[in-house]
C-alpha cells in the first residue's frame, strides 16, 4: 500500500512541496524538552551497528519501500519479511530488499503472517485507520513496533495505540512512533531556551499546515489505498489536519508542553472535484490550561500557495519559529539564537529515529517517550477537526467521553 501521509519522490534528498504532500488521558503535565534523552545521544554519528535486528516490513508503496531501504541502509537491520495489501507491490518491494519470495505477503492480513515469520521488530507503513490492530498484534506478538503518524485516524484507535505502547514498555519491548520534527538539533535547542525562559512567558503561537493537497479521483475503497488518495477519507487518514498539518500542531503541544483541552473553528472542502470527505481547510483556535492562545491554520490547495509547516511563538519578551522546512530562530529576550535553515528533515529525521530504534533495542531501552507526545498530538488534531466540523466549541473531555469509532466496510476486500 502506498501508505505515508508525505508526498515524496524517494530518489531525491530535496524537500520539495510535491515531494511533502505527504497523551494521556489525565491532566496535562509538562512534556520533555526533548522527545527521548536516548534520542538526543545518537543524533551524532553512531558507531558501526553492533548485531542485525530481523525486521519485517509492512506498506510497501511510497515511503514505505524508501524508508524500508534507509533501514537496511543503516547497516543494523535485516529485511526478514514483506507484507502490503497489493500482492505486486509487495512482490515488487520484496525483490528490491532481497526478501524471498514465499516471505513475501499480501491481502489485509498479510501483516499478521509476517508478525509470525520469526521476525524480533516490525515497521508499519499504513493509513492511520489500520496502525492500532496491527501495532497491537505486533506487541502481543513480543515484537518491537516502529510506526508511521498519526497513530489512528479516531480516539478509540488513539488509546488503542496508547495502551499497546504502555504493554510493549511493560513487556521490555521498543515503541517509536516516526515524528522527524523533534530530533531536529535547533528545535531541541529553541524549545529548551523557551522553557528556561528565553523569550519571557509566552503568550501566543500560531502553527500553520500549508500544502498542494492529494489527488482526489473517484475510485474504489481499494483502489484508495494507492497514491496517498486515502489522505481524502477522514477514517483512512485521519483528515488533512491529521496527516499533513499534525507536524505543526505538534510543534505547537511540544513547545506548551500541554495537550489542548478544547478547541472551536471552521472546515471545509474547497477542492476541485472532491470525493473524499476530509476537509482541505481549516481555522482552528486551541484552548490550553495554561491560557495561551494557540491558532492553527490549515490549507491543502493546489493554488501555487508557499508550503508551511510551521509553529511561531511569541513571548512577552521574544518571539521564536520551528518548522519542518525553512529558516528555525529566537529573536530578542534573554538567550536569542540564530537557529539555522531546516533541510531535508524528512530523510535526516528518519535516519536519526531508525538509529534511535536500534540502539533502544540493543541497549535494553523501553521508556518510549516518542509515545506520549504522538497520542497527545494526535488527540489534539482529533480534536480541532471535530471541533472545526461541527462549527462548536468542544472540549477534550467532551471527545473522550464520546470516544467515537470510524467505521470501513472492509468486508469485500482481500482477506
Known amino acids: 500500500m502506498n501508505h505515508q501521509a508525505t508526498c515524496h519522490q524517494p530518489d531525491q534528498d530535496s524537500l520539495t512541496r510535491r515531494r511533502f504532500l505527504a497523551g494521556t488521558l489525565g491532566a496535562a503535565v509538562p512534556l520533555a524538552a526533548s522527545s527521548s534523552t536516548a534520542q538526543e545521544a545518537v543524533l551524532t554519528q553512531a558507531p558501526a551497528p553492533s548485531r542485525r535486528i530481523r525486521t519485517g516490513f509492512v506498506g510497501l508503496g511510497g515511503r514505505g ?12 537491520y535485516e529485511a526478514s519479511a514483506v507484507a502490503d495489501y497489493f500482492p505486486e507491490v509487495a512482490a515488487a518491494g520484496g525483490r528490491e530488499l532481497g526478501v524471498d519470495a514465499a516471505r513475501c ?77 523533534p530530533t531536529e538539533p535547533h528545535h531541541i535547542e529553541i524549545v529548551s531556551r523557551i522553557r528556561e525562559g528565553a523569550i519571557g512567558s509566552i503568550a501566543h503561537v500560531e502553527s500553520r499546515g500549508i500544502c498542494e493537497g492529494f489527488g ?26 491529521g496527516n499533513f498539518d499534525i507536524h505543526a500542531v505538534d510543534l505547537a503541544v511540544w513547545v506548551l508542553g500541554e495537550r489542548p483541552v478544547a478547541a472551536i473553528g471552521t472546515s471545509a472542502i474547497r477542492r476541485a472535484d472532491p470525493h473524499g470527505d476530509s476537509r482541505d481547510v481549516c481555522d482552528v483556535l486551541f484552548e490550553y490550561a495554561s491560557g495561551v492562545p494557540h491558532r492553527h491554520i490549515g490549507m491543502g490547495l493546489r493554488n501555487r500557495s508557499a508550503s508551511d509547516l ?61 509515545v506520549r507526545r ?35 466496510d472492509l468486508s469485500w476486500l482481500k482477506a
Not at 65 to 76: D, Q, T, V, Y
Not at 314 to 321: E, L, P, Y
Open 65 to 76: 519501500l524508501w524508508i524500508a531501504k534507509l533501514f537496511l541502509e543503516h547497516g543494523g
Open 216 to 241: 482526489d479521483p473517484k475510485v474504489s475503497l481499494e483502489e484508495s489505498l494507492k497514491d496517498l488518495i486515502w489522505v481524502n477519507h477522514v477514517a483512512l487518514g485521519c483528515d488533512y489536519i
Open 310 to 370: 510551521s509553529c511561531a511563538v511569541s513571548g512577552t519578551a521574544g518571539n521564536g519559529r520551528i518548522a519542518y522546512f525553512g529558516k528555525t530562530f529566537l529573536h530578542g529576550g534573554s538567550r536569542p539564537y540564530a537557529g539555522g535553515e531546516v533541510t531535508n528533515l524528512y530523510k535526516t529525521g528518519a535516519q536519526r529515529n531508525i538509529t534511535t530504534f536500534h540502539h533502544d533495542i540493543v541497549t535494553e531501552r523501553s521508556e518510549n517517550p516518542t
Open 105 to 181: 505477503f499480501s491481502g489485509l492480513s498479510g501483516f499478521r503472517k509476517v508478525i509470525d515469520s520469526g521476525i524480533e521488530a516490525i515497521v508499519l507503513e499504513v493509513p492511520p485507520f489500520f496502525l492500532p490492530e496491527m501495532c497491537e498484534a505486533a506487541v502481543e506478538a513480543g515484537l518491537h513496533v516502529f510506526m508511521a503518524k498519526p497513530v489512528a485516524s479516531d480516539v478509540p484507535g488513539a488509546l488503542r495505540v496508547e495502551a499497546a505502547a504502555a504493554l510493549a514498555t511493560r513487556k521490555n519491548r521498543c515503541f517509536l512512533v516516526d515524528y522527524q520534527a
Open 374 to 408: 504522538a497520542i497527545d498530538g494526535c488527540l489534539a488534531c482529533i480534536l480541532g477537526r471535530e471541533a472545526a466540523a461541527r462549527k462548536t466549541r468542544l472540549t477534550m473531555e467532551q471527545l473522550l467521553a464520546e470516544n467515537t469509532a470510524l467505521t470501513l
